[in-house]
């Protein structure tokens, strides 16, 4: 999500493609996107206050598609401080789009930024109408159909496409990708309809054989080559960025995680379980990991963090950090271990956060008021820049694998 000046502002992510030869990543012949990324100056929101507002906001949308209300959705990912955003063509001739991708909302709408839409041979104007809202803005306009070009070689036509008429809290982007699950449309509309996601349509046109998302991060830090960050892979998983192979869970039957790419795990840090197999969800557009009120409690007890009220998060001493233990994610029979440097937040950018350049801020955080019974942690970006993660959107799963950036010290 992008911020007003007066709040957090975003690390933008670029989508570029790579070379134009065809290659093959376990199913997919399609062309990996090459990530860039960007880091922004910051305002005077802290960090964990945002996340949990997105977090409010979607559990807000499934709330009201339950009662068959019109929901406020897609939720915007701009609230992050780590954003991804895809080079985007709509139309015919294609007019490129820089969109956000959200994992957390399942529409695509375009008009935020100064690239406007323009109808063109291939645009069908519905008599349906959208509004968006979120954490530091909002969005209204109308629906089209119109044909969706994703890097080169990808191509729909007549995706369902919202074009804002009127926007805000939107800076340097033009829309949202919308990623997640398809019933996370639902009631998005004024005709109540669901809408077939990106994914949706490209496996139902044959774009791609395998209704999978690869998606490969790697931790930003002031050393990094910006301009290639990660990927994106529509059709499948790229085993070239991973060191194991990718291990898949079906989406959690527990409810609300179950609505968007939820799962079910346990958390243990060093031989102490701070909470059990409890569900929540993967999502992109949460920088942090926000845990259930009382497994934040045990990990603060643990770790003798001490809370940061500019940053909203847990800042411990250099000692502190030489005694952090591991933290271990146990999802289904496999167990994802971050080490001490990837319990922290990336000291080359405490500025950015409204930190103290020396300082060490932890990067779990609390849920807050959101936490409840079917819905116990968020694993943002934080979490996902140290692991591969995939979305099977045909057999309702989320993979992880870990990579050469699972072990990093880039913190």
Do not use: C, H
């Not at 527990?254 to 059990?276: C, H, M, N, R, V």
Request: glycine letters at 10%; zero cysteines; hydrophobic letters at 35%.
């Amino acid at each position: 999500m992008v911020l007003s000046s007066a709040l957090l502002s975003l690390l933008l992510l670029a989508l570029s493609t790579v070379n134009a030869t065809p290659i093959t990543r376990d199913g997919s012949s399609s062309q990996p996107l090459v990530l860039a990324s960007k880091i922004n100056s910051v305002g005077a929101t802290n960090l964990a206050q945002i996340d949990r507002a997105r977090t409010s906001r979607l559990l807000a949308n499934v709330n009201a598609s339950a009662k068959g209300k019109r929901a406020a959705d897609p939720v915007s990912a701009t609230n992050a401080i780590v954003s991804y955003t895809a080079s985007v063509g709509v139309g015919s001739p294609a007019i490129r789009y820089k969109l956000l991708i959200d994992t957390g909302s399942s529409n695509t709408w375009i008009g935020a930024g100064k690239t406007k839409y323009k109808p063109s041979k291939s645009s069908t104007k519905t008599n349906e109408t959208m509004s968006v809202a979120y954490g530091t803005g909002s969005v209204q306009g109308d629906e089209y159909l119109d044909t969706v070009t994703i890097g080169k070689g990808l191509v729909i036509q007549q995706q369902s496409i919202g074009v804002a008429i009127n926007s805000s809290g939107l800076d340097k982007v033009d829309g949202i990708l919308g990623l997640g699950p398809t019933d996370l449309s639902a009631s998005s509309l004024s005709g109540g309809k669901t809408v077939p996601t990106v994914m949706d349509n490209l496996y139902k046109s044959g774009e791609i054989s395998d209704q999978v998302l690869g998606v490969f991060f790697q931790p930003t830090s002031e050393s990094n080559n910006m301009s290639k960050s990660g990927e994106l892979l529509f059709g499948g998983v790229d085993s070239s960025k991973t060191s194991t192979p990718v291990a898949y869970v079906s989406v959690t039957k527990t409810s609300p995680a179950s609505e968007f790419w939820g799962i079910d795990q346990s958390i243990t840090y060093g031989t102490s379980k701070i909470l059990s197999s409890k569900a929540g969800i993967v999502d992109t557009g949460t920088t942090l990991v926000l845990l259930a009120t009382d497994a934040y409690k045990s990990y603060v007890k643990a770790t003798g963090g001490v809370f940061d009220e500019t940053t909203g998060l847990l800042e411990i001493t250099k000692g502190q950090y030489s005694a952090l233990k591991p933290l271990r994610f146990e999802i289904g029979s496999n167990t994802y271990v971050f080490s001490a440097n990837a319990q922290i937040w990336p000291r080359a950018f405490n500025s950015q956060i409204g930190g103290k350049t020396e300082s060490i801020y932890l990067i779990v955080a609390d849920l807050g008021d959101n936490t409840q019974v079917g819905f116990q942690y968020v694993l943002g970006m934080a979490f996902l820049q140290r692991f591969y993660s995939a979305y099977d959107t045909g057999k309702k799963q989320v993979g992880l694998a870990t990579t050469a950036f699972t072990n990093a010290i880039s913190n």
